[in-house]
Each structure stands twice: as C-alpha cells, then as structure tokens.
C-alpha cells in the first residue's frame, strides 16, 4: 500500500483484514473520543507537581501522566476493538516491531518536556496501521484545543476549539514551494547530545539559516515546537513547509504522516536518495502539499545539504 493506493486496491485491503471504510470512521470518532479524554488528562495535571523520570538522559522524561494517559488509550480500545495489536510509547519493548496486522499506535503525551515546562506545545498522537501504513490519524493539542484528523482517501481536517472545522492544507491552492530560501523548516533537537548524529543536526541546522554567500541555504527560518507530531500538523496545514527529524519513533510520527499525505503532502527519508521510508525509519522529511516536482527539488536541496553524511539509529 502506497499514498498512490487506488481506492479500490485500498477496500481490497481492509477486507482483507475484515475492515471497511466505514470501520475507519468509527475507529476515527472513538479515537478523538479517547484523545479529548486524554487531553482533559494532561489539562488536569500539575507539571508543577507531577513527578517525571529520565529515560535516557535528563532531555527524555517520562511522567505519570504520560503512563495513565497510554493505560487509558490501550484498555478503551482493547475493549472497543480486541484483536487489533497496540503498540505505544510507554508499554513498548525492545524488540517489538510493528507488523501487517492491524494495530494502534499512541503516543500518550509527545512534548513531554513541554508539558513538564507548562509550555502549551503538547498533543496527544494516535493512529491505526494496516499493512504497516497509518490510514487513521488523530492529533490533539488541548492546550490550544486544535484537533487533527485523517482518514485515507477522505482527506484531512483541523477543528479548532471553537469547533470549527477546516479542510487541510489550510490554503486550498497551496503556494509555489519554489527552493530552500523560501521555506519555515521545522527540527528538533532530541536528546542525543554528542556524537556523529548530533553533529550532522547542528551543522545542517546552522547550513540552513547560513546566507547564501557563506554557501548556506538562508531558509526564512527555524522553528522547533518540541513535538514531532504537532510538526507534522502544522506542515500538513501549511504553516512550516517541511520538517527535518532524525531519531524520533513511529508513535511521535505515525498520526502525524497520515494527516500530512491526505493534505497533499510527502514524506521522504531524513536520509538521501530514500523515497520509501518505513514507519520506523526513525528519518523523515514531511513536505507540505505543493506540485511534486517542486516538494521534489526540495527533499533534493536538504539531501545535497547533507552529502555522504547519514543519520544512523
């Protein structure tokens, strides 16, 4: 299954695994049930008081938050909907890989570290995959009350707090996305702080903001919001012409990816010369809706950006 999948091949294969477009509907109203429901979790919390733990270092926190949050999720959809797989941040082991198989995908709190700060730059992330593509996404940050949904073939939408709801990409024509120089690019940081992968994102980064006569590429600028999914969001609605990440896991992006392709966008790898990147690449290039040459010259500018060098997880 590919973004170009036929709407035909694409009810093939749903039935294959006893699914149907209107199954996606429901899948897609329960799961912005359960993420209003988590939302309202993360509103009344207390980052000022709630606990967090390092995972890795002290740039990867965790919160009791974010684990009700994911007991929440699993439990509502496993009752909804038992035999499809579940796969989350919280309860993920070493190991475990995403399969053909239908399965949820969550991230319960993605900008953990700005939930922890207070700074209103969180969502929840949830999606269902089918033959390890996402075909339902939603995405939702209540501190803005901004709701994304996707469902393939059926387009995407942002509804906002004051339940409006609009179609994605915000601009119905989108504007020429012509070079580097005239883009918002969005990347993150991480948590890996040293090593070959930090250098290759520091130094693009400062290769992108760079004037041309230093041999940069002067994009308008960057922005980093803390989370992947939201980055995604706001490429999808046009609001950033492209995100650059590197390191991030399925359940930061996997929403995210299917609210961009129904908005008209792509998704390449961080990596050059790779036009097929896997769910758990952990290397995306999301590119907002534009004609595909130029969302291909692009991908193709960050790629040369980069030469030899690779991210490697």
Sequence with gaps: MTPTTTP?????????????????????DLLVDVARKAGQMMLVADPSVCTSDTKKNTSDRVTETDKAIEKMVHSTL??????????????????QKLCNNPTFVCDPIDGTLNFIHGFPNTAVSLALTVAK?????????????????????????LTSASGRTLQLPLRPTPAPLTSLNGCLVALEWGSERHGPNWNLRSSISQTLLSSRASGGAMVHSIRS???????????????????WEGGCWIWDVCAGWCILEEAGGVVASANPRDWQPELEGRCYLAVRGARREEQEKVVQEIWALMGDRRFTF
Excluded at 8 to 28: C, H, N, P, W
Excluded at 78 to 95: C, H, M, R, W
Excluded at 133 to 157: E, Q
Excluded at 225 to 243: E, K, N, W
């Design 225 to 243: 919001s803390g989370s992947a999914a939201l980055d995604f969001c706001y490429v999808a609605a046009g609001q950033i012409d492209l995100f």
């Design 133 to 157: 593509k996402p075909v339902v996404g939603v995405v939702y940050n209540p501190f803005r009350g901004d709701l994304y949904t996707a469902i393939k073939n059926k387009g995407a939408h």
């Design 78 to 95: 496993q009752s909804a909907y038992p035999n499809i797989d579940f796969l989350g941040e919280e309860t993920f082991k070493v190991g």
């Design 8 to 28: 035909g091949d694409f009810k093939v294969i749903l039935a294959q695994y006893m699914l149907s477009e209107k199954t996606l509907v429901e899948i897609r």
